[in-house]
């Protein structure tokens, strides 16, 4: 019924499914797992997009004028948005524009924030079936929203087709608060608020990457990772990024690169998934449970090995 629902495109539909993976109550998580397996000869069709960068670069300007330029020519785009800093401050960065307000009530597209509250993993561990129940429900763009903190980058790179890395105008990527392998994810560098006093600096910036990129190793075969500036606040370059993005696909798609990276990406998933359950089982089994509190201070303590305590833990667990 819901799986049905959502292949005719219904907004509302595929809003609820998302909210049935999100949900942590095991009866939710059958019910998902259910519709995902029902779901899944519908996906895979999209292209994937991860848009990074520190809080404030613009990300979230970028990806509504990505957005509106692509239902323009037909596309129909959904965004996802794992921000784990809308959660702990709420969205409360100045000028944040999280809600993204013209492409929320664009009829072509789906904007989906990330639930305050939750944890960063909660949200990414998630936002893959989310983006395969936006494929199911015909959206052929996906873009995933991460704010440049860490871990959440790779965590979507793992998960996307193509990561694109925003900068600002002007400092070093050290300045900038990105992780020197945070760029090495990088396909596409786009240098933004290249407008009004900030364009020759934007500029410059264009030409250091490229310069730092020469050095980087190449992530895959059949792409050179490129840099571009654009204004997202003034529509600017943001159809050059979109053609950089169809080459990209184009190239990988002719490599058989893509194919390849999608089939490793769903093997890992298969593994981070077991390997979640497994450790939500053993520490929901009771025996171990009522072990954890003695084991727990004997570690803090210093008077039993951590790789000791985890191997009583493992026995108590499989001893039934
Ligand atoms: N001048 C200029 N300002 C921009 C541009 N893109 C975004 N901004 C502004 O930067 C602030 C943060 O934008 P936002 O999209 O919320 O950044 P995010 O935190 O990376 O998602 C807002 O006040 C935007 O209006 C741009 O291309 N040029
Ligand atoms: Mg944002």
Redo the contacts with the bound molecule.
Sequence with gaps: MLAEQILSGDRRALAKAITLVESTRTDHSDQAVQLLAELMPHTGKSIRIGVS????????????SLGNYLTEQDFQVAVLAV?PTSAVSGGS??????RMEALSVNPKAFVRPSPAGTTLGGVTRRTRESLLLCEAAGYNVIIV?T?GVGQSETAVSDMTDMFLL?LSPGGGDDLQGIKRGIMELADLVLV?????D?TSIANQTVCDYRGALQFMQLRTPSWTPKVDS?????N?GVDRAWAIIQAFREALTKSGELETLRAQQAKAWMWAETAEALIADLRGHPQVKSLVPELESAVLAGDVPAIVAAQRLIDHYKSD
């Design positions: 960068g520190a809080p404030g670069v613009g990300k979230s300007t970028f990806i509504e921000d960065i100045l000028g944040d524009k999280t929203e704010v925003l933004n608020k290249a407008d009004g900030q654009c204004s997202a606040l003034e600017q």
